[in-house]
């Protein structure tokens, strides 16, 4: 979701980071993911706060022509505890409706999802676009995620959104619809849905890493 934030920082929670090794070579058989989230709007209450509302985490086994191929997936809506009632802005802006997220499942419950995932299959990296992160980062802060699970799941994260706009060529961090169209690849489904999202990242590095190969 590219609504950006200016999110307080814990110490003690270290977000660490990924990156594609510079020969844009991912070993056969690695497992990485691809994650992104819906959130409300940092600035629409005088609380201040950005909730996840919705997330999803595509799991994929790099074969030995270098395809991703899903193995596993994941995708939740996100009850909010601190501002339960989604304005109408985020219901338009995201598709999400306030029963979707009613009976939904706590953060801390689907950060321990996440976790128990890229612990099950091994997941390397799990890439992401933009300020999905840092706001991730700081839902575990406001929630009290545990800080030693906090920190297995963001050392994995890598945020690509710099390294694809400037591969691309342009001196700007470019959407990731831009970048679908930069790759000639037709985005699937509606975009700030958190499942969509996730599965177009997995076209883009899939074939961006193809690009940089060549």
């Known amino acids: 979701m590219p609504l950006s934030s200016t999110l307080t920082k814990r110490k ?24 992104d989230a819906e959130y409300t709007a940092r600035n629409e209450t005088d609380k201040g706060i950005q909730e996840m509302i919705q997330c999803a985490l595509i799991i994929c086994q790099v074969d030995e022509n ?18 339960p009632k989604l304005s109408e802005f985020i219901i338009q802006f995201t598709n999400i409706h306030q029963e979707d997220v009613d009976n ?3 953060f801390t419950l689907v950060a321990e999802e996440i ?26 802060e406001l929630t009290s995620y545990p800080i030693w699970k906090s920190r ?9 959104s710099t390294m694809v ?6 001196d700007y961090i470019m959407s990731q619809t831009h970048a679908c169209e930069e790759l000639d690849i037709h985005p ?8 969509d999202d996730a599965r177009n990242l997995q076209q883009v590095m899939q074939k961006y890493i193809q690009l940089k190969k060549k």
């Open 188 to 195: 699937q489904g509606q975009q700030h849905n958190a499942y």
């Open 12 to 35: 003690d929670v270290k977000e660490g980071d990924r990156a594609i090794p510079n020969n844009m070579q991912i070993e056969t058989n690695t497992v990485v993911a691809c994650f």
């Open 165 to 170: 706009s400037s591969g691309l060529g342009v």
């Open 115 to 140: 976790y128990q995932l890229i612990k099950k299959h091994k997941i390397d990296t799990v890439y992401v676009w933009g300020p999905d992160k840092p706001v991730l980062k700081y839902n575990m």
């Open 152 to 160: 297995q799941i963001l050392k994995k994260m890598c945020d690509v």
């Open 104 to 106: 939904a499942p706590l």
């Open 66 to 83: 270098g395809l991703w191929r899903q193995i596993d997936e994941y995708v939740t809506f996100v009850k909010p505890m601190y501002v």
